[in-house]
């Protein structure tokens, strides 16, 4: 689904490039200037929905931790709940977790044992696709418990990274702005 090339200009024109963060060497890219844009924020989220509105979504799965942030609002709009999946010792129940790197180090994330229920659609949600460790963890972790990944909705993807090889889950992954 083609989103509006004006709407993708102006988006991309909130998120900021900060270079050397958090680690030499990688281009982060702050998407906290269009956070803070109601209209730009509104837009974003309404885009990174569209694909999905006809699919059926019973969880959206939030990746810590901007991915809590899209994933929040999206599953309001796509009227599904909503699951974190955190960063180690953060989730107070038992757990399940995986060890991963990412693109600029090590992480882990896990998920409560009893988050997602047997054949539960789960849409995964991030902010970044950078190498795609991330977004493939979330993915076998969702699936460990039984649950069925319906795909996953990135905003940015950094093409050259090429995480996109990465995703293994047979389910669609779309993303909003590539650079
Ligand atoms: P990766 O596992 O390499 O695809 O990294 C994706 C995860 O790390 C996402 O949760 C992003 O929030 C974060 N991330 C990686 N690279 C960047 C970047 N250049 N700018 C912003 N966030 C990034």
Redesign the pocket.
């Known amino acids: 689904m083609e989103t509006d090339p004006s709407l993708l200009a102006r988006l991309s024109a909130r998120i900021r490039d900060?270079p050397d963060?958090p680690a030499p060497g990688?281009?982060?890219?702050?998407?906290t200037p269009l956070l803070a844009d109601a209209k730009s924020f509104a837009q974003c989220v309404n885009a990174l929905g569209a694909p999905w509105r006809d699919t059926a979504i019973d969880i959206v799965c939030g990746?810590?931790?901007?991915?809590f942030i899209f994933g929040a609002a999206l599953a309001r709009t796509l009227g599904a709940g909503f699951v974190p999946l955190r960063k180690a010792g953060k989730l107070p129940a038992p757990t399940r977790g995986v060890d991963?790197?990412?693109?600029?180090g090590e992480?882990r994330l896990e998920i409560h044992v009893d988050a997602l229920a047997s054949g539960t659609r789960a849409l995964i949600v991030?902010?970044?696709?950078?190498?795609?460790?991330?977004?493939?963890?979330a993915a076998g972790l969702v699936q460990s418990l039984g649950a069925e990944v319906a795909g996953a909705a990135?905003v940015?993807e950094?093409e050259f990274?090429r995480?996109r090889e990465?995703w293994g889950a047979d389910a669609p992954l779309h993303t909003l702005l590539r650079y």
Do not use: P
């Not at 990688?26 to 998407?31: G, S």
């Not at 990746?63 to 991915?67: D, H, K, Q, V």
């Not at 991963?100 to 600029?104: A, D, P, V, W």
């Not at 991030?126 to 963890?137: E, F, K, P, Q, S």
């Open positions: 900060v963060f990688v281009l982060f890219k702050d998407i990746i810590e931790a901007r991915g991963f790197g990412l693109e600029y992480a991030d902010d970044v696709l950078a190498t795609g460790g991330t977004l493939a963890a990135v940015i950094l990274l995480g990465r």
